[in-house]
């Protein structure tokens, strides 16, 4: 019964910004990695940022200096601050985490059902 609601999405325009995020609940014994991904009509889903539970982070080269990935461990929640945003950007965005949901368990990775993102005008 887990479950990832990603929200902040919308339509903005080129060098414009957005804040998506992520809200984690139900039987939740432990969140591990989390990480937010991008699908483009088209493409296949592609990872945009990860990020530990310390708050180590990696980003795909395309949005290196524009993205920001964030945590709050005792919210159970994920953020994508977007700035800078570039038509290419536009796509519908993923929040996804590793979880125990269960004792015993292993963390099993969990998607949100994804927001909108559209860079025009």
């Known amino acids: 019964q887990v479950q990832l609601v990603e929200s902040g999405g919308g339509l903005v325009p080129p060098g414009g910004s957005l804040r998506l995020s992520c809200a984690a609940s139900g039987n939740i014994f432990g969140i591990y990695d989390m990480g937010w991904y991008r699908q483009a009509p088209g493409n296949g889903r592609e990872v945009v940022a990860t990020?530990?539970?310390?708050?180590?982070?990696n980003y795909a080269d395309s949005v290196k200096g524009r993205f920001t990935i964030s945590r709050d461990n005792a919210k159970n929640a994920l953020f994508l601050q977007m700035n800078n945003l570039k038509v290419e950007d536009t796509a519908v965005y993923y929040c996804t985490a590793a979880i125990v949901s269960s004792v015993p368990g292993i963390p099993t990775p969990y998607w949100g059902q994804g927001t909108q993102v559209t860079v025009s005008s």
């Open positions: 990020i530990t539970t310390r708050g180590n982070s």
